[in-house]
């Protein structure tokens, strides 16, 4: 069980340049997420896929913003035209699809920081 | 809209004492789940306990186990025995048929010698 893998650890970029992130599911987990979290702030949900789906959106999420997760496995999280604002910490989880006790294990985490 | 609270921003405790973190949640769901996690300085949320919303007994783990008052809609995690590792930040979440974790905002626990 190698866990959630996320690439980079670190990302240092100027506003209006675009990035990209890379998240590795635990491999049998058919759920991955995305969450968005600040400093002294809970992860904030951002969007979700159940295989190569995408289910759901959050309306926090502008449209600067878009995810794949082309074959199922793997997923990206860009960011066009960073702000700012944008600075924080991404967070990637995965998980098995099994009601409410679904448990997300999540990876260590994307901080981007926007100059 | 359902929606966590936890209203400890920190907390202190003693090495081998036991701890109480607070987490209030409001759903009009009657199916839900709730869940803590750890978050070390590292960054990594490491999930620690889950509670079904029709679970008689509460649930435990180890040395964590979760205070379920369904009427108050609480949902407090206990730590027993409390160690120097167990310094991080805490988050209650909760699932309900919206099909997403939603988190509180924590409370940073620090375990001192």
């Known amino acids: 069980d190698t866990g959630v893998s996320q690439d980079p650890r670190h990302k240092i970029t100027k506003r209006g340049q675009n990035v990209t992130f890379r998240c590795d599911p635990i491999?049998?987990?058919?759920?991955l997420y995305w969450y968005r979290q600040t400093l002294g702030q809970g992860p904030e949900f951002l969007t979700y896929?159940?295989?190569?789906?995408?289910?759901?959106k959050s309306r926090l999420l502008s449209d600067r913003f878009s995810a794949e997760r082309p074959k199922g496995s793997f997923s990206t999280l860009e960011i066009q035209r960073t702000e700012q604002g944008d600075s924080a910490m991404y967070l990637c989880?995965?998980?098995?699809?099994?009601?409410?006790?679904?448990?997300?294990?999540f990876g260590s985490g994307t901080q981007l920081s926007v100059l | 809209a359902q929606k966590i609270t936890q209203t400890q921003p920190g907390m202190f405790v003693q090495e081998k004492e036991a701890v109480t973190l607070d987490c209030t949640y409001d759903?009009?769901?009657?199916?839900?789940?709730l869940f803590w996690y750890k978050q070390p300085s590292s960054g990594e949320m490491i999930f620690l306990i889950y509670?079904?919303?029709?679970?008689?007994q509460n649930a435990t783990e180890g040395r964590y186990s979760l205070n379920f008052q369904k009427a108050r809609k609480s949902a407090n995690l206990v730590i027993s025995a409390s160690q120097l590792g167990d310094s991080a930040m805490y988050f209650c979440?909760?699932?309900?048929?919206?099909?997403?974790?939603?988190f509180g905002t924590g409370t940073r626990l620090q375990v001192f010698p």
């Open positions: 989880a995965s998980s098995q699809m099994e009601g409410r006790g679904e448990k997300l294990f």
């Open positions: 491999s049998e987990h058919n759920r």
């Open positions: 896929f159940q295989n190569e789906a995408q289910l759901e």
């Open positions: 759903t009009s769901d009657q199916s839900y789940g």
């Open positions: 509670q079904g919303s029709y679970d008689e």
């Open positions: 979440a909760m699932r309900d048929n919206t099909d997403k974790l939603i």
